[in-house]
């Protein structure tokens, strides 16, 4: 297999900063898309990956898998993109393709393992992939996308993550114009889970635990805000609400929550990976057949659907500009929720 190099910034080990190396791109097969990167998002995963916090990281590790760029060659099989085409990639540049997950357009839950942007297993090289702090990026035409051209494009990056994460599940639990949708956390999932939500036209409802994001959320969409350590403004909303997207990244009591669900009301976990403390409590699950569930990323054609329906309604993630040599102080930043809602690197200060 042929390649070429280019630069890159990644991490050598768990406790390394990220820095400046160069890295090896395969060269463009029959189905290949080349795509120089123009702005990669800065996701929560891309930190975890670097510092090995969920184990399995094999370095070097080079993340980023929120990524826009324009396409500067194409493979002779290539149908859907020519150069200097706009494009994206999200979490996703492989999977099997023949299970029934695959079958079904939902290739994130690819029965057989898909393969990540970044720390997954390369087809290609035998090795491991590399994400979008790089200069360029080779993928499969399957699993490109295309972007609006109306859209501010470095804002369109976190729709490649935090957007697709937010808006599979209100699509997959019919989110409509008569649909309470409620919201915990405003961060990157949680300020692109109100944009959305209203873009689809229900009444949105930011949980928060101190007043100080009250005009941040409304001024995003929200409706209301409900401080969910109140306990007179939680029993307001017993029992309001069809669906609760839930983004906190960390161990916490959804139980509370819980209680607010309407009939049939789910609420989705989509930033915790874990178990839940205290013990979920089944009783107003039973007695109002309600659910509690949870949801990853989306396939490549739901991901194209969000890409499609953020040009119709001119919705983009709140963000703030880096440059790649800042990544390791954004890290340090997103620790402490100092972004509002999310970092996203201008890939031409790595030419500099």
Wanted: hydrophobic share 40%; charged share 20%; proline share 3%.
């Amino acid at each position: 297999m042929s390649t070429f190099s280019v630069k890159a910034f990644g991490a050598e080990s768990k406790t390394a900063d990220l820095k400046q190396m160069n890295i090896e791109r395969r060269e463009t097969t029959a189905k290949d898309v080349e795509i120089e990167i123009l702005y990669c998002g800065v996701c929560h995963s891309d930190l975890h990956t670097a510092r090995n916090d969920w184990g399995g990281s094999i370095y070097p590790a080079v993340p980023g898998h929120e990524i826009v760029g324009r396409v500067t060659k194409v493979g002779s099989e290539v149908t859907k993109f020519k150069a200097g085409d706009l494009a994206a990639v999200g979490c996703l540049v492989d999977s099997c393709r023949t299970c029934n997950s695959c079958k079904q357009d939902l290739e994130q839950y690819c029965l057989n393992g898909f393969t990540g942007t970044y720390n997954g297993k390369d087809k290609h090289s035998g090795g491991h992939t590399f994400g979008g702090y790089s200069e360029k990026v080779v993928v499969d035409e399957h699993f490109v996308l295309k972007v609006p051209a109306n859209l501010n494009l470095a804002a369109v990056a976190p729709l490649l993550c935090a957007g697709i994460t937010t808006w599979s599940p209100l699509k997959h639990w019919n989110v409509g114009p008569n649909s309470k949708v409620a919201v915990v956390g405003l961060g990157g999932l949680g300020h692109m889970a109100i944009k959305l939500a209203k873009g689809l036209g229900a009444e949105v409802t930011l949980f928060s635990r101190t007043p100080g994001k009250t005009d941040d959320a409304k001024g995003l969409g929200a409706d209301a805000v409900v401080i969910s350590t109140d306990d007179a403004q939680m029993k307001s909303v017993k029992g309001k609400f069809d669906v609760i997207i839930d983004t906190v990244p960390y161990v916490h009591d959804v139980n509370p929550y819980v209680t607010t669900l309407n009939i049939s009301g789910t609420l989705v976990l989509v930033g915790y990976l874990g178990g839940l403390e205290p013990i979920l409590n089944t009783v107003p699950m039973i007695m109002g057949r309600k659910s509690v569930a949870g949801s990853v990323i989306g396939g490549i054609a739901e991901t194209q659907e969000l890409l499609d329906f953020c040009g119709e309604k001119g919705i983009v993630s709140e963000i703030e500009m880096i440059k790649m040599q800042d990544i390791n102080q954004a890290y340090e930043r997103m620790l402490k929720s100092d972004v509002r809602y999310r970092f996203v690197i201008d890939m031409a200060s790595l030419k500099n």
